[in-house]
C-alpha cells in the first residue's frame, strides 16, 4: 500500500479556516485580530468561534483552526461591544467625576443602558457633554484594553481598597480562584465576559440626558453602526425605578448582596418578601381595575416569553374574585390560523409571534359577541394537529370581565372598534434590576432564558439545546411585535424574583451542561453557565406554590385553577 504520508519540518504559520472555506495564514502565534485586518466584512469584526469556542480578538492562533467571525449583528459580538463601551464609560466617567458613582442599569430597546449617578448631583448637560467628549478622545486615541488574571484574594483587595463594596460582597463566593481584570488606563475593574482588544473599536456611541439620569446609546445588531432615536419610555422606567426602591429598602441590590443574605439563613426571608411585594402589586392592579369608571370589559395581559403571563393572569383573577369581580380567561392562543395558513419568517419557518398567525376575523367577531353578552362557541387550537378546532361554547354574565391573555395585547391592531374606555392593558415581564454589582448588569432576556430552558425540559420535554436554539427567533418576534407596544399598557408587572437565579441555577445547571460541545448553541451554554455560577443555591421548597416562579420550576397551585368556573 502506497501513502503520501512523510515527515516534513514543522511549519512557521498556521492557517484559520473560514466557513465560506478561504484560507487565511499567517504567523504561529498572530492574534485573530491580525488575521482578520485583511476581510471587509459587512459589520464589524469583534470576536470569533475558534473551534467550537468564543474566543477575543486578542486569541493568539496556535494550530490550524476552523474560525468563524463573530460581528456587531451576532448576539455574541454585540455583548462584547457594549460591554466594552460600559469600561470606556466607567474609565472616563471615573476620571472626571472621581467623587461620584456611575450605575448602569436597565437597557433601552432602541439601543442603550439607562445610567444613574450618585454621591453628587445628577450630570449637566455641559458635564455629559464634557463625558461624551472624553471618551471620544479616547477612542480616536486606540487606547488598549489590558487583560490580567491575579488570585481570587488579591481582586478582592484590590476592590476593597477603592472602596467597591458590591464587587467585594460579589467575589467573596466567587467558586473559581482567580479573576480577569481589565485596565484602561488608571481604570481597573471586573466585567463579566469578553472585550475589545482596544477603545478604536468603540466608533458608535452617544450619550443623552434622561429623566435625572442619561443614556449610554450604542446600536442595535439589525443595524450595527448606527444608533436609533432614543423614545420615551415613562411606564417602563417607572417600573424600573419602584423595583430599584424596594431593592435598596430591602438592601438587597446586588447579586452578591444576595449571596451573603442566603449565606446567613435569610433565604426564607427573601422569597416571603419578594412574593409579598408581588401580591401587593397585583393586589393594586386589581383594585385598579374593579374601581375604574367605566368599568373595563377586556383586560388585556401582554409580555414577551416567560415573562409569567399565565401564573399573572390567574392570580389577578383572584384578587378580582376577592372585589366581586368575576373574570373569564381567553387565550390568544386559541385563535391560530391553521398551520398551513401561518406566515413564515424569512428563514421559511412557521412565525408564529406574527399578528398575522391569528384569526384576527375570529377573534374580533367572538370578542365583541362576548362583550355584547351574547351566545359564543370559542374555538380551541389543537397544536398537535395544527388546526383551529371548535371549542367551548359560552356566554358571559353582565358583571363579567375577559382576561385575554398573549404577546399581542398592546396592539392596537388586534382588535378593532374597541372603545378605549372598554379595554385595560396591563404588560408583564421580567424587568430583572438585581445585577452582578453596579457595571455588571443583568440581562432581562437571559432571565427569560434560563426561565424557559427549566419550564421547556419539564413541561414540554425539550432539551436545553433545543430551548436555545428556537430562543432566537422567540427574540425576533418580542422585538417585532411585543416591544414597540409595551408604552402602550396601562399598567406594568414586573415579574422578576429577587431570588430566583439562586432558585433556577441548581434547575438549569445541570440542563445546560448536556447541550452538547461542537454544536451553536454550547457556545450559548457556556456563556449562560458562567454567569449562574454566581449565584449560591436554594431550595425550592421554600417557593409558595402559587409563585409565579412555579410556572417554570412546577408544582403550581394554579395549573388546574379555572376563575370561571370558581364558586
Keep these: 500500500m502506497t501513502t503520501d504520508i512523510r515527515e516534513v519540518p514543522r511549519r512557521e504559520t498556521v492557517q484559520i479556516i473560514l466557513p465560506d472555506d478561504r484560507v487565511l495564514e499567517g504567523p504561529i502565534g498572530d492574534q485573530l485580530e491580525s488575521f482578520f485586518s485583511v476581510l471587509k466584512p459587512k459589520a464589524p469584526i469583534v ?19 476552523y474560525v468563524r467571525p463573530v460581528t456587531m449583528a451576532d448576539p455574541d459580538g454585540m455583548r462584547i461591544y457594549r460591554r466594552s463601551l460600559t469600561f470606556l464609560l466607567a474609565a472616563a466617567f471615573d476620571e472626571l467625576f472621581p467623587e461620584a458613582k456611575l450605575t448602569v442599569d436597565h437597557s433601552v430597546s432602541s439601543g442603550g443602558y439607562y445610567c444613574e449617578v450618585t454621591g453628587r448631583e445628577p450630570l449637566s448637560s455641559a458635564e455629559l457633554e464634557r463625558l461624551e467628549n472624553r471618551m471620544a478622545e479616547m477612542v480616536e486615541a486606540n487606547l488598549p484594553f489590558a487583560k490580567t488574571q491575579m488570585p481570587i484574594e488579591k481582586a478582592i483587595n484590590h476592590f ?11 467575589l467573596a463566593h466567587r467558586r473559581k480562584p482567580h479573576l480577569v481584570l481589565y485596565q484602561l488606563g488608571e481604570h481597573k475593574d471586573y466585567h463579566h465576559g469578553y472585550m475589545l482588544p482596544s477603545t478604536g473599536y468603540l466608533k458608535w456611541f452617544a450619550l443623552a440626558k434622561t429623566d435625572g439620569a442619561f443614556t449610554l446609546r450604542f446600536p442595535r445588531r439589525h443595524r450595527p453602526t448606527e444608533l436609533l432615536p432614543l423614545p420615551e419610555y415613562p411606564n417602563l422606567l417607572a417600573t424600573f425605578r419602584e423595583y430599584g426602591d424596594w431593592l435598596q ?23 416571603l418578601i419578594s412574593e409579598a411585594l ?29 415573562s409569567g403571563k399565565t401564573t399573572f393572569s390567574k392570580r389577578l383573577s383572584i384578587q378580582l374574585l376577592v372585589r366581586g369581580v368575576s373574570p373569564f380567561p381567553l387565550e390568544l392562543d386559541h385563535f391560530f390560523v391553521d398551520r398551513v395558513n401561518t406566515p413564515r419568517d424569512e428563514k421559511g419557518e412557521y412565525d408564529y409571534e406574527s399578528l398575522e398567525a391569528l384569526d384576527l376575523d375570529r377573534l374580533n367577531h367572538d370578542l365583541h359577541l362576548l362583550i355584547e353578552g ?16 371548535e371549542g367551548e361554547v359560552v356566554h358571559l354574565e353582565r358583571d363579567q370581565r375577559i382576561i385575554l391573555e398573549g404577546i399581542h395585547g398592546l396592539n392596537p391592531d388586534l382588535v378593532q372598534n374597541l372603545p378605549s374606555e372598554t379595554a385595560f392593558r396591563v404588560y408583564v415581564s421580567a424587568l430583572t434590576q ?3 454589582d453596579r457595571l455588571n448588569r443583568v440581562s ?18 425539550y432539551t436545553a439545546a433545543e430551548t436555545i436554539r428556537r430562543w432566537e427567533s422567540v427574540r425576533r418576534g ?12 396601562d399598567v406594568m408587572f414586573n415579574s422578576a424574583l429577587m431570588y430566583e437565579g439562586s432558585a433556577l441555577a441548581p434547575l438549569a445547571e445541570p440542563l445546560i451542561r448536556q447541550v452538547p460541545f461542537g454544536t451553536e448553541e454550547h457556545v450559548e451554554a457556556k456563556r449562560l453557565l458562567a454567569f449562574l455560577e454566581w449565584f449560591l443555591p436554594i431550595e425550592t421548597d421554600f417557593i409558595p406554590d402559587n409563585s409565579i416562579m412555579r410556572e417554570f420550576t412546577g408544582g403550581s397551585i394554579l395549573r388546574k385553577f379555572n376563575p370561571w368556573r370558581a364558586p
Design 444 to 461: 432581562t432576556t437571559d432571565t427569560r432564558l434560563i426561565r424557559r430552558i427549566v419550564r421547556d425540559a419539564k413541561s414540554r420535554g
Design 160 to 170: 476593597k481598597t477603592h472602596g467597591l463594596q458590591d464587587k467585594v460582597r460579589l
Design 249 to 271: 429598602t430591602l438592601g438587597i441590590s446586588s447579586i452578591g448582596a444576595l449571596n451573603d443574605a442566603i449565606a446567613n439563613e435569610r433565604a426564607i426571608e427573601v422569597i
Design 434 to 436: 438585581l445585577n452582578l
Design 374 to 389: 351574547k351566545e359564543v362557541q370559542l374555538p380551541k387550537y389543537n397544536f398537535i394537529t395544527g388546526v383551529q378546532e
Design 478 to 489: 418580542e422585538k417585532r411585535y411585543i416591544f414597540p407596544f409595551q408604552e402602550n399598557a
Design 47 to 65: 470576536g470569533a468561534i475558534v473551534n467550537n469556542s468564543l474566543r477575543e480578538l486578542t486569541y493568539p492562533i496556535e494550530i490550524d483552526s
Design 278 to 306: 408581588h401580591e401587593g402589586r397585583i393586589s393594586e392592579i386589581a383594585g385598579t381595575v374593579a374601581n375604574r369608571e367605566p368599568s373595563p370589559k377586556v383586560i388585556f395581559v401582554a409580555g414577551p416569553s416567560s
